[in-house]
């Protein structure tokens, strides 16, 4: 089982990014895929989640109107669109995938916002 996170990177105040998590050796269809992150110095914290269906999302909100997240579950992966970066936003985004008994975690991506 395996979650791998993409497209972490330096973007200036303002800018965007697009995060995605590519899961293989299981199907993500019936998992409730999570993003969290984590700055140095504070706890791992949830940043949007999504249901199996896609039809309902969650968000902190300190990101609510700028993070979207998705999935494709034809394609295995997980997206989260970051618009309006802040400098508060820098940590290492994390992907989850939760069904019943199993929980699953990829290694992380780094993500800087710094002029």
């Known amino acids: 089982v395996k979650l791998v996170e993409s497209g972490g990177g330096l973007v200036q105040p303002g800018g965007s990014l697009r995060l995605s998590c590519t899961a293989s050796r299981f199907t993500i269809s019936r998992y409730y895929m999570s993003w969290y992150r984590q700055a140095p110095g504070k706890e791992r914290e949830l940043v949007a989640a999504?249901?199996?269906?896609?039809?309902?999302?969650t968000y902190a909100d300190s990101v609510k109107d700028r993070f979207t997240i998705s999935r494709d579950n034809d394609q295995n992966t997980v997206a989260l669109q970051m618009n309006s970066l802040k400098p508060e936003d820098t940590a290492v985004y994390y992907c989850?995938?939760?069904?019943?008994?199993?929980?699953?975690w990829g290694q992380g991506t780094q993500v800087t916002v710094s002029s």
């Open positions: 989850n995938a939760k069904y019943m008994n199993n929980n699953y």
């Open positions: 999504i249901s199996g269906t896609g039809r309902t999302t």
